[in-house]
Antibody, heavy 116, light 108 residues
Framework: QVKLLQSGAALVKPGASVKMSCKAS????????VSWVKQSHGKSLEWIGE????????NFNEKFKGKATLTVDKSTSTAYMELSRLTSEDSAIYYC?????????WGQGVMVTVSS | AIVLNQSPSSIIASQGEKVTITCRAS???????LHWYQQKPGAFPKLVIY???YRASGVPSRFSGSGSGTSYSFTISRVEAEDVATYYC?????????FGAGTKLELK
């Protein structure tokens, strides 16, 4: 069955960076885009961007350009997102999703807390 | 960006009641690209309806969707206790993909 297993919660200092992972299983990793979605506490969902593992092609929400970097490791079927220059506004849960016009499978989420 | 206006923001319903959520887009969307998700407290979102009216795998038949252009709706024909959640519409028609603000469904 399709699974997306994300890395654990992170506590990071303002100004630092954080890199999280999303390991896919149960399907051909290179056949589907992987999207990343942000959910701030108690709020709605924001699409950050997507990456196509086969080619490494990316598309971003303009709001997150310069903030998020998306990469993949095809050998381990793992997608990564790095967030840079973190502020309190980046404290949120971040989900990876399999992207096939719609988000049909989701990871369990990574809670990122930005605090000194 | 396409803005999705969801209403109502919250619903209190009795078990067995029919509930409908509407999602109005700021620009016309192909029905292929309008989807609905369910998020239970403390859990990740789950796809419920894709491409306006198709139920995702394993989703009970009491869930349905319809619409076209800028106006879409999501219906639970007979609410059950397990349906307590926040529901979001989402458009995948144009970058950035956007979500509605959510509708929180509670039981009376």
């Amino acid at each position: 069955q399709v699974k997306l297993l994300q890395s654990g919660a992170a506590l990071v200092k303002p100004g630092a960076s954080v890199k999280m992972s999303c390991k896919a299983s149960g399907y051909t990793f290179t056949d589907y885009w992987v999207s990343w979605v942000k959910q701030s506490h108690g709020k709605s969902l924001e699409w950050i961007g997507e990456i196509y593992p086969n080619s490494g092609a990316t598309n971003f929400n303009e709001k997150f350009k310069g903030k998020a970097t998306l990469t993949v490791d095809k050998s381990t079927s793992t997608a990564y997102m790095e967030l840079s220059r973190l502020t309190s506004e980046d404290s949120a849960i971040y989900y990876c999703t399999r992207d096939f016009y719609y988000f049909d499978y989701w990871g369990q989420g990574v809670m990122v807390t930005v605090s000194s | 960006a396409i803005v999705l206006n969801q209403s109502p923001s919250s619903i209190i319903a009795s078990q067995g009641e029919k509930v409908t959520i509407t999602c109005r887009a700021s620009s016309s969307i192909s029905s292929n690209y309008l989807h609905w998700y369910q998020q239970k407290p403390g859990a990740f979102p789950k796809l419920v309806i894709y491409s306006t009216s198709y139920r995702a795998s394993g989703v009970p038949s009491r869930f349905s969707g319809s619409g076209s252009g800028t106006s879409y709706s999501f219906t639970i024909s007979r609410v059950e206790a397990e349906d307590v959640a926040t529901y979001y519409c989402q458009q995948g028609s144009s970058n950035p993909y956007t979500f509605g603000a959510g509708t929180k469904l509670e039981l009376k």
